[in-house]
């Protein structure tokens, strides 16, 4: 709970807060620690429900007790307490009944408008307005002001409450500090009074135009710093039209009342400053979730710009990205819609808040732009900045980038949230970081693929000419071939074939690297498909001596690509011919399971390495096992058998492998429609 050491001074008297439930939720030093227990074992006479009494305290020592509500519990008051301290007499200059009777309210009143344990929470300036007009009621012939010093603008005061004919005139404006009896007030941490209110220079035509003469100001001292970084929160004060200095009474009034709404202040001062955080912080996490939700550079320079906007209240965002010495403009986003001019150019060293910030790779607050150097349309986008704030982007060690945020309003940027504007840039940079990446791997992939399509293409032009040719060797068109020509034309032939399907396999790949390749779903037997498959392989495996089969359902529908289906089969059956072991034994199953049909295509060959199971759908990849032989292949199909399942909705897994015992993969398809 917040500390309440200050109400206790004010009131010269024990002091304790108890809960609906009779647990005492604080107590003053005068009463000692009693927190967290109940009130029936300190004051085993008091009646919750009765308010001024008479018990005993510890023993057999008496104590007045003044009981208040506030809210849902009670504010209880001891007097009388001097014998309990050890002192030899009753406590001298004890205060008037109705100093702690109105006291006693304002305590109450307090609480209610800060918000205690019993749930209340008002904002900031609700609570300054409501305890103002306590204020009002306490000394009647004086005007009250609360006046604060608002996070990000050290320079003015606001006038946040205000009760009196005059000082309500002043409600909501803010006034100058410097050189102020408030700014005196708060740097000497202790309460003015003047008869000559009209003296001070600042606000002097405030004061005179309502005839104020006299005047005593309490500050607001916070007793713990405010996350924005604030301790002292503003001053108190009551103005009269009275040349008269304030009575002792009056005085002990406006100390103690100066006293409870401080700690109300403070109260909700922290509450607002504890939800500002709260709410920055959410913004950052939500950020983090909208950079994380895309890799796309542009899209996460948009989001990351515009929540951070968002986050700080800021007017104007920018990217820039560190080239060498230069600075170059990325992106920008602008709450008026003011454009930035991207690619501008700038050096780094004619920027010193950039310098400061790179060099300390930390945030820097600034203010308005040296414009003289900037292009036209960027001097009329930042004409009305007043505040800035540099943020670098650092990423193991080295700046990536640089967000510049302005405000055109006259709020500087305070530290809670240049504390938060950093937690998240660190997010932002390592998202910027892999959004580059990504970029760059894309671009990587899109060069490999065209390189790949344009080898495909190049090849596919002289293969042609030699696969024509040998036509007409075996043809005989330029005569009768001598017999020895035989062998060798039938491996050209092979030759050929092989790398007719590579320049097939290269040409698909590089295809489905583009997305160019269109899908023709249709409804179809995968029982039929995978029997037809087989038999397409009978040939191949009767040159093995392979043991090749077929099992399963008579009939399974499914929706799919005709010719992508009897693509990835073939590569399947293929593949587990290849990767025998002796007499292959390989058999093509058409199964119900229990996500839907599948074929499973499963042999008893050389099976694949834990350590390589994980790359075997990567493009071009090869399995490499100590002792087997290399087998022919581009290592793409695999990768493109996979690639065309994903485009029809079907999946294709690697179900089990054993190295020396052979190997199960499952291509599996969603229930068909019916």
């Not at 344990?117 to 609700?126: A, D, P, V």
């Not at 006038?159 to 005196?184: D, E, I, K, N």
């Not at 694949?608 to 022919?632: C, T, V």
């Amino acid at each position: 709970m917040i500390e309440l050491d200050a109400v206790a001074e004010a009131l010269a008297d024990g002091a304790a807060l108890i809960g609906s439930d009779g647990v005492i939720r604080w107590s003053s030093a005068r009463l000692g620690s009693l927190a967290g227990r109940r009130v029936e074992t300190i004051w085993p006479g008091l009646d919750l429900r009765e308010g001024e009494q008479r018990v005993t305290l510890r023993g057999d020592l008496p104590a007045s007790l003044t009981l208040r509500r506030a809210g849902g519990g009670w504010a209880l008051v001891a007097r009388e307490l001097a014998a309990w301290e050890g002192e030899p007499r009753a406590r001298p200059g004890a205060r008037q009944p109705d100093v702690d009777r109105v006291l006693g309210t304002i305590f109450r009143n307090a609480l209610r408008a800060s918000g205690d344990e019993l749930e209340t929470e008002e904002r900031l300036h609700e609570v300054a307005r409501v305890l103002a007009a306590e204020g009002g009621r306490l000394i009647r012939d004086a005007d009250c002001v609360i006046a604060l010093v608002e996070s990000g603008r050290p320079g003015v005061i606001h006038v946040a409450g205000a009760a009196g004919p005059w000082a309500s005139t002043l409600l909501g404006r803010h006034l100058p500090l410097a050189g102020s009896f408030v700014q005196r007030s708060m740097a000497a941490q202790r309460a003015i009074e003047t008869t000559h209110a009209q003296e001070e220079t600042v606000n002097r035509d405030l004061l005179v135009g309502g005839d104020i003469r006299s005047m005593r100001l309490v500050p607001v001292i916070a007793s713990q710093r405010l996350p924005d970084g604030r301790t002292a929160l503003g001053t108190i004060g009551f103005y009269s039209r009275s040349a008269r200095p304030f009575t002792p009474r009056q005085r002990t009034l406006i100390d103690g009342f100066a006293s409870l709404v401080g700690l109300s202040l403070q109260r909700a001062a922290l509450l607002h400053a504890v939800r500002q955080t709260a709410r920055r912080l959410e913004a950052a996490i939500q950020l983090a979730a909208d950079i994380s939700a895309t890799l796309d550079e542009r899209e996460v320079v948009r989001r990351m710009l515009d929540r951070l906007l968002e986050t700080v209240a800021a007017e104007r965002a920018a990217l820039m990205r560190i080239d060498g010495e230069e600075t170059v403009v990325e992106d920008s986003r602008d709450v008026l819609g003011l454009p930035d001019v991207i690619g501008f150019r700038q050096p780094v060293a004619m920027q010193p808040l950039m310098t400061e910030a790179l060099a300390g790779q930390r945030p820097v607050v600034g203010g308005a732009y040296d414009r003289s150097i900037l292009p036209p349309q960027l001097q009329r986008a930042l004409s009305g900045v007043r505040h800035t704030l540099t943020v670098p982007l650092v990423l193991g060690g080295q700046v990536i980038a640089v967000v510049v945020l302005s405000r055109r309003r006259d709020v500087v940027f305070g530290e809670d949230e240049v504390a938060t504007v950093q937690l998240v840039g660190n997010l932002a940079a390592l998202a910027l970081r892999n959004s580059w990446l990504y970029a760059e791997a894309r671009a990587a992939s899109r060069i490999k693929s065209d390189f790949l399509n344009m080898a495909a293409h190049e090849l596919r032009t002289p293969l042609t000419v030699v696969t024509g040719y040998m036509s007409l060797l075996r043809e005989g068109s330029f005569g009768p071939a001598p017999p020895d020509w035989r062998h060798p034309v039938e491996t050209l032939d092979a030759k050929a074939a092989e790398l007719a399907r590579l320049v097939e396999d290269l040409l698909l790949a590089a295809r489905l690297d583009t997305g160019g390749l269109p899908v023709h779903r249709e409804r179809l037997d995968l029982a039929a498909a995978a029997r037809a498959a087989v038999a397409r392989a009978q040939a191949r495996a009767a040159l093995l001596g392979a043991d090749l089969a077929f099992e399963g359902a008579a009939e399974l529908p499914v929706e799919a690509d005709h010719d992508y289906l009897d693509r990835i089969l073939d590569n399947l059956i293929n593949n587990a011919l290849t990767y025998s072991r002796g007499t292959a034994w390989v058999r093509v199953r058409v199964v119900e399971r229990p996500d839907g049909p599948a074929v499973e295509v499963e042999d008893r060959g050389r099976g694949i390495p834990a350590a390589q199971a994980d790359h075997i759908f990567e493009r071009f990849y090869r399995i490499d096992q100590a002792g087997s032989p290399q087998q022919p292949g581009t290592g793409l199909g695999l990768y493109i058998s996979r690639e065309l399942a994903l485009r029809q909705e079907a999946r294709l897994w690697l179900d089990w492998s054993q190295p020396g015992e052979g190997t199960r993969f499952v291509l599996g398809f969603p229930e068909a429609s019916s």
